[in-house]
């Protein structure tokens, strides 16, 4: 028997035990008695949140291959991980490596988020992906279609979903305590990265440890600028999601996964500073109307960037810190300061000063990348996999949307199409450049 099918018997062999200590809470790393129960991790993106992904992966199993289109952040990283090959290109990565490695994570600018998972994924290998998921609202559905037929365990990097207070808080909301949620307020002090402005001039020199064409990937051609690269390309439409892609997916988490606010009826965007086809808008005001979701009434939320606020008395006396998020109920409202939606308070407090919580209904997590080694081994999912994950997206995603279509939007979930303005639909993708593909 070769090494590589013993490896895979321990790992299978492993799971029922590592879904005992997802739900328990314990180190994972008592579950592996043997070398060959640890995963082999390829880490696609090294830079930025890549290097916290990558050294989870080598924290947790067996980091064997490592890409980035930056020399010199893959020179780095090979210092810390010598076992590990190098690549500039996760086609040929993934080609030439794809037997040696059981899992990926990819933390990429998010324009190639899409096309580096589905490729990993058709190859019978388990995803990480930062947040948001994707680019596009197409390619977030692509995604849970792909990791379903291909059976991989999946996660998407938004980390607070694994933090106790988040999920006591999806307790709380679902136990009724405010009774009907009619409006939710949620703000952010993004954007914090070029926003508003025109393309730069062309002429500038790529750096000889910068390989421009992997960098742009699926995206259209523009010529190199340090404008875009190595922190601003959040900005621009061709690379980034704006403030939406940046921080939805971590602060409409929580209330999205209490009150199931998945596939908006209307989404309408009021917006300052947009540069059509270059830049996300300087501020935004975005409103979703999200219909009857079973027991659950309708619902508004709102969403606020670039310095707009919720009106102040929702907040019924409370600071507002610079992000936060509102819900507004029947019998009161809900009020969190904390970006994962870890830390909140009940409002009015005097009427909720003996609150008692209800009993834990959601299990209490080992660790954000430990649920995703966990799963990767046969264990639960991570609860932030990509048949929620996606769903998330879509909804925040289809914020951008509507900042390009200029008007309201009434979507069609079930058929993934905007019906009133069919000249939108042309926003929910794009297509790649030639060498690139879904």
Request: aromatic content about 10%; some cysteine; hydrophobic content about 35%.
């Amino acid at each position: 028997m070769s090494q590589r099918s013993t490896r895979r018997e321990f790992i299978k062999q492993s799971s029922a035990l590592g879904a005992a200590f997802w739900v328990g809470g314990q180190n994972l790393s008592a579950a592996e008695k043997s070398p060959l129960e640890r995963l082999n991790f390829a880490s696609i993106g090294i830079g930025g949140k890549g290097a916290s992904d990558s050294a989870s992966a080598a924290k947790h199993g067996n980091l064997v291959a490592i890409c980035d289109i930056d020399d010199k952040r893959l020179a780095k990283s090979a210092a810390r991980y010598p076992k590990a090959k190098k690549f500039n290109d996760y086609r040929e990565m993934l080609t030439e490596m794809g037997d040696q490695f059981d899992a990926v994570t990819v933390s990429t600018p998010d324009h190639s988020h899409a096309p580096a998972s589905v490729m990993a994924m058709k190859k019978g290998k388990h995803c990480f992906t930062q947040k948001p998921l994707t680019w596009s609202v197409s390619e977030a559905r692509i995604m849970r279609e792909v990791a379903n037929e291909n059976k991989v365990a999946t996660q998407m990097g938004n980390q607070g979903t694994a933090k106790n207070g988040f999920r006591e808080a999806v307790e709380v909301i679902r136990s009724g305590v405010l009774g009907n949620v009619r409006e939710a307020h949620v703000w952010t002090n993004r954007p914090v990265w070029g926003k508003g402005i025109e393309r730069p001039p062309e002429g500038e020199p790529v750096p000889k440890h910068i390989h421009w064409d992997l960098f742009l990937g699926p995206a259209p051609y523009r010529p190199f600028s340090t404008v875009y690269t190595p922190f601003e390309w959040r900005g621009w439409l061709d690379f980034g999601t704006g403030a939406l892609g940046d921080m939805a997916c971590h602060t409409m988490n929580m209330h999205v996964m209490a009150l199931d606010l998945f596939d908006p009826l209307t989404v309408e965007a009021e917006e300052e500073g947009m540069i059509e086809n270059e830049t996300y808008p300087k501020s935004t005001k975005i409103t979703y109307q999200f219909g009857q979701r079973g027991k659950l009434v309708p619902l508004k939320l709102t969403w606020y960037d670039g310095g707009n606020l919720p009106p102040e008395e929702i907040l019924m006396g409370e600071k507002m810190k610079s992000s936060g998020v509102v819900l507004v109920g029947d019998e009161g409202n809900f009020y969190t300061p904390d970006d994962y939606g870890a830390e909140y308070v009940l409002l009015p407090k005097d009427k909720f000063k003996d609150f008692k919580k209800p009993e834990q209904s959601l299990p209490r997590s080992p660790g954000h990348f430990e649920e995703f080694v966990v799963a990767c081994k046969g264990g639960d999912p991570a609860m932030s996999n990509f048949n929620y994950a996606s769903r998330l997206t879509e909804t925040a995603l289809l914020g951008n949307l509507a900042i390009r279509a200029g008007k309201k939007i009434e979507w069609d979930a079930k058929k993934m199409e905007v019906t009133n303005l069919p000249e939108a639909n042309k926003f929910l993708s794009r297509d790649y450049r030639d060498g690139w593909s879904l």
